[in-house]
């Protein structure tokens, strides 16, 4: 790329299309006109982006109820289940043990009764010379008799229902194993989806006036860097980036870089997205914004490192924005290598306060497409739409 000391990204589009300026402003404000109901704010498509992130919050608060009661509620099932399976794993061996006692005493009885050997048992029914005395002991003892086979009758039956009864809370209890690991789960992805929604509401709250506003390239990065790479991730792109360099590295260099300069630095990511195809291009030159490129300047600037580059796009992002003075010292591999030069080359950039929205980006600033700024802003939407959770 022929620059004289770098004097500016727009210097080289300019003579791109020296031989066709009328043409190249006619079709600047034909895009623009095209553009602009094109970046209608989100805003504007959704009565309130704000209301709608809260609903979602509420919905998520509300689901995370139930599966709080529905874990609290299999818990409890589960203590009481056990503890009535340990009072019947008490109560269903003395009832079996009454029962065969019963049936023992029974037992002992007729045998007393039939050999009338046993006068502790009351039955010396042939001992007596009195018949109606012996007559009203034998009804006593066939009563006596009935009364302890029905009651022993009546105690197997008990055993086997409570027997039941522990089997049918043994199988509950192991339904319940089995079920509460599944509601704690629901509710810990309840509870993650609380989170989410909350950073929803978060994330709203600081897009919507933004939006607003026209998108300005000045202003905070509303983004972490984990949300933009863990959209990377998610979009399917295979990045290529050199040095061992990571996605969550470069995110975070963009909410460095962006915030020590009030430059949106998550929509600076989603501006590095579309340039490199999800980080599959610029890797090797560390140049993730096409910095320097130009239809007949035989390639795009090289910069050392991932944070050279970036700290380059985000200062001529600056300077375009019209946004004051830097705060880090100027790129000396885009502005110049002298300190002092490179400081009055950006102070002179000839497009300095030309696009103070991202809308305003294409067409010739830093890109000839009129439709850049709308690639930008779509990936941007994107990834906050990832973010919200919506």
């Not at 727009?10 to 020296?18: A, I, M, Y």
């Not at 608060?61 to 139930?66: D, I, R």
């Not at 300190?339 to 300095?352: E, I, L, W």
Request: aromatic content about 6%; hydrophobic content about 40%.
């Amino acid at each position: 790329m022929q620059r004289v000391l770098a004097f500016s990204h727009v210097s080289s589009r300019v003579r791109r299309r020296s031989a066709c300026t009328a043409l190249a402003f006619a079709a600047l404000f034909s895009a623009l006109s095209i553009a602009l109901p094109a970046f209608t704010p989100a805003a504007l498509s959704q009565a309130d982006p704000i209301a709608a992130a809260r609903d979602r919050l509420g919905r998520a608060q509300t689901e995370a109820v139930a599966a709080q009661a529905r874990y609290d509620q299999a818990v409890a099932d589960r203590e009481q289940s056990q503890a009535q399976i340990t009072d019947l794993e008490q109560a269903i061996p003395a009832t079996r043990a009454e029962e065969a006692a019963l049936s023992s005493e029974v037992t002992r009885r007729a045998i007393a009764l039939y050999k009338n050997t046993d006068p502790t048992g009351g039955l010396t029914v042939f001992d007596t010379n009195q018949p109606m005395e012996a007559g009203r002991k034998t009804k006593f003892s066939e009563a006596a008799d009935k009364y302890y086979k029905e009651r022993a009758a009546q105690l197997h039956e008990q055993a086997d229902r409570q027997q039941q009864t522990h089997d049918e809370l043994q199988k509950k209890r192991t339904q319940l194993d089995a079920d509460i690991p599944r509601f704690q789960r629901e509710k810990a992805d309840a509870d993650q989806r609380i989170a989410k929604a909350q950073r929803g509401v978060e994330i709203a709250e600081k897009v919507t006036p933004l939006r607003a506003a026209g998108d300005p390239i000045m202003g905070p990065t509303v983004l972490t860097a984990a949300e933009m790479a863990d959209w990377i991730h998610s979009s399917g792109a295979s990045p290529r980036l050199s040095g061992g360099v990571t996605v969550e590295q470069i995110a975070q260099m963009y909410v460095d870089e962006g915030t020590a300069e009030n430059v949106r630095g998550d929509v600076a990511f989603a501006q590095a997205n579309i340039e490199t195809g999800g980080f599959s291009a610029g890797g090797t030159d560390n140049n993730f914004s096409g910095l320097g490129a130009c239809g007949g300047c035989g390639g795009q600037n090289r910069f050392p490192t991932a944070l050279d580059g970036i700290r380059a796009q985000i200062q001529l992002l600056k300077a375009y924005a019209g946004g004051g003075p830097l705060v880090n010292p100027p790129s000396p591999y885009w502005w110049g290598p002298d300190p002092m030069t490179a400081a009055n080359k950006y102070a002179t950039f000839g497009g300095t306060g030309s696009a103070p929205t991202w809308r305003a980006m294409g067409g010739g600033k830093w890109a000839a497409d009129g439709g850049y700024a709308s690639k930008v802003l779509g990936a941007y939407d994107k990834m906050i739409t990832a973010a919200e959770g919506s």
